[in-house]
């Protein structure tokens, strides 16, 4: 069944058996945030406003993309005007790697390259950058001046340097895609925490709970453990449903392609082990979750500062608790995985697939 009574998606929800996770459905409830009707329609409409995607396409597919329920199930507790601007930018970013991967598709690293060096610009000046004539630099000049412009500059910093580090890993992937290099599981690790924005996300935790954490607190064992484990099991369920996806796609970057390259597993044998640590993940984060809920306890010291760091360090906690189920559920009533109803399993429907020049 939908995760939630407002879902998108109007009918009950079929989880194939080598994807359904019971202890999600049972143990990891999930939640919505009281806004997110409002967030939807005003994502659509910003999506039209910055040209991010045809309107055409925006009608057909936005809505069933569930962009929107993804942010809305994590950030819990979120100012409206926060969950709007993370919202905005986890829309971007979606359409941004669905431009990284037609760029690859057609063969276009010089288009790749110009909009790699926009990017690092924009995310350093985004001022200068609101009127730029590409609308994936435009789009993402948008959301960082109001992302910007909740919490304190060391976090605005802290925010461009982990942004700057994921465009870059991209670049790598675009070189290991177009030169069909498989990367050997540990390098692919590696790699998918910054393909996959982990601290980005984490980040965005801050904003939501309306205080910056200091390194004291963010680097605490028990505050990172937790935070890891949260978007590993993101990452590694999305390697998990994406994997029919990205073989019809001749990927490259996929925990289960590496597994079979590499350790010479079937595909079936690479899918029970992306399964195996699926599942790690979950019984670990529900023990680390438990030791970073009692470093918020310590916290609070009898000061206000440390009342204020209690709180917060609970509500980035409970919302990394929310990203199993937002994840889990996103990824059966998004239309973004749904391949067997593509009319090409390698081309989504949702995509500007024009090659460069073309029309």
């Not at 690293?109 to 985004?126: E, F, M, Q, Y």
């Not at 960082?144 to 870059?168: C, D, G, K, Q």
């Not at 390194?215 to 028990?222: Q, T």
């Amino acid at each position: 069944m939908p995760g939630f009574p407002y879902s998108t998606t109007s009918t009950a929800v079929a989880v194939p058996p080598s994807l359904s996770l019971p202890v999600i459905e049972v143990a990891f409830p999930r939640q919505l945030h009281a806004y997110w009707p409002r967030l939807q329609e005003k994502t659509r409409a910003w999506l039209l406003e910055k040209r991010l995607m045809p309107a055409d396409k925006v009608e057909e597919y936005a809505d069933r993309l569930c962009y929107t329920d993804l942010m809305a199930g994590y950030y819990l507790g979120a100012p409206d005007e926060v969950l709007q601007a993370i919202a905005d930018y986890s829309a971007w970013f979606f359409v941004w790697d669905d431009r990284h991967d037609r760029d690859i598709v057609h063969r276009r690293p010089g288009a790749w390259r110009t909009l790699r060096i926009s990017l690092h610009a924009a995310l350093d000046t985004p001022e200068d950058h609101l009127h730029h004539g590409d609308p994936l630099v435009a789009g993402l000049a948008d959301s960082m001046v109001r992302l910007y412009s909740f919490l304190p500059e060391t976090w605005n910093a802290r925010f461009a340097r982990h942004f700057h580090a994921v465009i870059e890993a991209y670049d790598r992937e675009f070189r290991n895609r177009t030169e069909g290099i498989i990367p050997t599981v540990e390098e692919y690790l590696e790699l998918r925490r910054l393909t996959f924005a982990h601290w980005i996300w984490t980040d965005l935790l801050e904003p939501s709970a309306g205080c910056e954490l200091p390194d004291s607190v963010r680097k605490h064992p028990a505050y990172r453990r937790a935070a890891l484990l949260s978007q590993e099991f993101a990452a590694w369920y999305n390697d998990l449903c994406s994997l029919p996806k990205e073989i019809a796609g001749d990927e490259v970057h996929n925990l289960g392609i590496s597994l079979i390259k590499h350790q010479g597993l079937t595909l079936e044998e690479s899918v029970a082990e992306i399964r195996r640590r699926v599942e790690k993940c979950i019984s670990e984060f529900i023990v680390a979750e438990r030791s970073a809920l009692h470093f918020a306890d310590e916290l609070a010291d009898g000061t206000v500062r440390g009342k204020e760091l209690s709180a917060a360090v609970r509500a980035c906690v409970c919302n990394m608790r929310n990203w199993f189920s937002t994840v889990y559920w996103f990824h059966h009533e998004s239309g973004r995985y749904m391949v067997d109803s593509w009319d090409d399993r390698s081309t989504p429907p949702y995509v500007n697939n024009e090659a460069a020049g073309e029309k």
